[in-house]
């Protein structure tokens, strides 16, 4: 069964201080880079989609370019919200439609080729599937005013990642059908979810972090590192 991906490169980087997150330097290759290498280098992954803003899109462009990607099919340009730039993607890979598709964000760039196959693994047997880590804090749900309403319990809750998985069908029809809704799901399967549909949680890693601020590219590169 064939699976695609969608990379999302089109949100803004408002706490980077200015510097674009997907071009910033992690180890010698652009952010963007580091996440496209493990789709590039997962055999289950046939091609890939890649939104941009339009300020960026020459830039990463390039930078994919100069890494030699064969995946990488199609640059397209997001939308207003996650989930309107993940629809424009997904209609990118509706000419020669996946059976199952991923959807990473560009900015989590040490996902691991392993990491991405758990996940279509997951999805072809459940229809649907999140990368996530266990909570280790204790979370409260609280009000507009923030009075708690409820203390959940933690070993229920898991911090959701991405990559995320779908059967392509499933994916790419939720966010046709949710068309007007789109800016108030801020994950890729909450789509599915408020459909009724089944998504499994699959344990994801704690190295998988998502570059958001400065500090957040330092731990990245700490990693690398290490690795």
Known sequence: MSADAVVLGAGSSARMGGADKLLADL?????????LRAFEACQGIR??????????????REAVAQAGFAKVRAFVRGGSSRAESVLHGLRALNGEAPDYVAVHDGA????????????????????????????????????????????????????????QFARFADLL???????????????????????????????????????????????????VRQR
């Open 173 to 223: 029809g939720a966010h046709e059908r949710q068309t007007a809704m789109l800016d108030l799901y801020t994950d890729d399967v909450s789509v599915l979810e408020a459909e009724g549909l089944p998504v499994r949680v699959f344990e994801g890693s704690r190295e998988n972090l998502k570059i958001t601020t400065p500090d957040d590219l330092d731990a990245a590169a700490r990693v």
């Open 47 to 60: 091609a890939v989609a890649v939104t941009t803003s339009e300020d960026n899109e020459p830039n990463v």
């Open 108 to 163: 989590r760039p040490l996902v691991t080729p392993m990491l991405i196959e758990d996940g279509l693994r997951m999805a072809r047997v459940y229809g649907a599937a999140v990368a996530a880590v266990p909570a280790t804090d204790t979370l409260k749900i609280v009000d507009r005013d923030r009075l708690v309403i409820r203390t959940p319990l933690r070993s229920s809750v898991w911090h959701a990642q991405t990559p």
């Open 27 to 35: 180890e010698g290759d652009p952010v963007i880079v580091w996440s």
